[in-house]
């Protein structure tokens, strides 16, 4: 199989990259720079943005399947006008631009990035993938992310990787969550009663391979452990692995007032289950957060 993959240099297009290598497909990374910087030996690289319509999309015409990770980071600072502008259009314009080339030619299969965030902030509620998006801004651009992808449907199957806090042993949340800890001032935020849905890189990247080859696999995907938890225990957890306190919380306020708009990701209630996931058969490597933690912390 020969693979396309947009976002190859984030967190999880390189670990991607990695296993389908390892596995022994054919990958072409879509990057912005001529280097393979980042980027696992054997990738063949393609320069161009996604955003924008190019000769990339021939190297794309002659693959069997994508996966389309393109995207601003949104946790990347404060929501000014023009971030939130460019968190938008980096991902619709990107997907679209796939989206279009896949419903001529080319891939059989779609696997594009979406969000949690498509659900929005739901307190104590649990919610799979049939609930509807939220009207708040990231409910909003996934819900336009998404249609981004529809097109490709007239000749591929897709799938929307609906993805959490994606945990991995370096950069990403969990680098940023811990660093307070290590410094003896973790705790949780507030009361920590909000829920957290969260993935380890592992299970994450498996998902993604799951859906490339399980014809089963279409729609929205939640990519989320079966045990969301709330903040509160993450505290905790995260302590205990760290061999540090969690005791020391931090005001909620203090948290809308540093990261303004943004704070809602940090604060939102998503208790999320992975329920088609799990009922196509998918098997979690770590289905609890505190295996998770001490497999990604525990030597540290």
């Known amino acids: 199989m020969h693979v396309f993959v947009t976002g190859a240099t984030g967190l999880i297009g390189r670990s991607v990259c990695d296993l389908l290598l390892a596995e022994g497909h054919a990958v072409t990374a879509l990057t912005r720079s001529a280097g393979p910087k980042h980027l696992p030996s054997g990738t063949r690289v393609v320069q161009g943005d996604p955003a924008a319509p190019g000769a990339w999309q021939e190297a794309l015409a002659g693959c069997d399947a994508c996966v389309n990770l393109a995207g601003e980071p949104v946790a990347g600072g404060r929501w000014t006008p023009e971030r939130k502008r460019a968190i938008r259009e980096s991902r619709v314009r990107a997907t679209a631009n796939v989206a279009a080339v896949i419903a001529e030619r080319g891939p059989r299969v779609l696997v594009s990035g979406s969000a949690i965030g498509w659900y ?3 307190g104590d509620e649990a919610v799979d993938e049939s609930a509807p998006a939220a009207d708040d801004f990231l409910g909003s651009v996934s819900r336009e992310w998404e249609a981004a992808a529809e097109p490709a449907r007239k000749r591929a199957r897709v799938v929307l990787v609906r993805t959490g806090i994606v945990l991995a042993p370096e950069g990403g949340a969990l680098e940023k969550m811990a660093l307070p800890f290590k410094l003896f001032a973790g705790g949780p935020i507030g009361d920590g ?4 849905s ?3 890189l592992t299970d994450e990247v498996g998902l993604v391979r799951f859906a490339l080859g399980n014809e089963k696999v279409s729609g929205p995907l939640n990519a989320t452990a079966p045990e969301p938890v709330r903040n509160r225990d993450f505290a905790r957890a995260l302590g205990r692995v760290l061999h540090r306190p969690s005791l020391l919380p931090t005001p909620a306020l203090a948290v809308r007032l540093a990261l303004g708009e943004m704070a809602g990701v940090v604060l939102s209630s998503q208790r999320v289950l ?14 609890r957060l505190l ?6 912390l525990g030597g540290r």
């Open 120 to 122: 929005g902030s739901r």
């Open 193 to 196: 009663s909000f829920w957290q």
């Open 198 to 200: 969260w993935i380890h």
């Open 274 to 287: 992975p329920r088609k996931a799990l009922d196509l058969g998918f098997r979690f490597r770590f289905e």
């Open 291 to 296: 295996p998770a933690l001490e497999d990604l």
